[in-house]
């Protein structure tokens, strides 16, 4: 079994930042995971916000390119996304996910942009 927990979510005011984390535990050999931030907000469909795979290639959505930044601790088996220059549309609950063979999410974060 697999946990991924997120955390750093909260109220910020548009054209702040934010940086959230995410843990893994249980069993995961978490260097050979592909890891990556997804986010939903009401009434849309989850969607890609960044990347990062296992040696080290990330990618981004176009509406977060140059302003977040998806890094991983493969000692800590964890990963972050600093977020800046929050936008009131980046509001969204944010979702950890582990990919090798299998998917794996967490439970979810919740990021509110707004004056």
């Known amino acids: 079994q697999v946990q991924l927990v997120e955390s750093g979510g909260g109220l910020v005011q548009p054209g702040g930042s934010l940086s959230l984390s995410c843990a893994a535990s249980?069993?995961?050999?978490?260097?050979?995971?592909?890891m990556g931030w997804y986010r939903q907000a009401p009434g849309k469909q989850r969607e890609l916000v960044a990347t990062?795979?296992?040696?080290?290639?990330?990618n981004y959505a176009d509406s977060v390119k140059g302003r977040f930044t998806i890094s991983r601790d493969n000692a800590k088996n964890t990963i972050y996304l600093q977020m800046n220059s929050l936008k009131p549309e980046d509001t969204a609950v944010y979702y950890c996910?582990?990919?090798?063979?299998?998917?794996?999410w967490g439970q979810g974060t919740q990021v509110t942009v707004s004056s």
């Open positions: 996910n582990a990919r090798y063979s299998v998917n794996y």
């Open positions: 990062i795979t296992s040696g080290g290639s990330t």
């Open positions: 249980g069993s995961i050999f978490f260097k050979i995971y592909t």
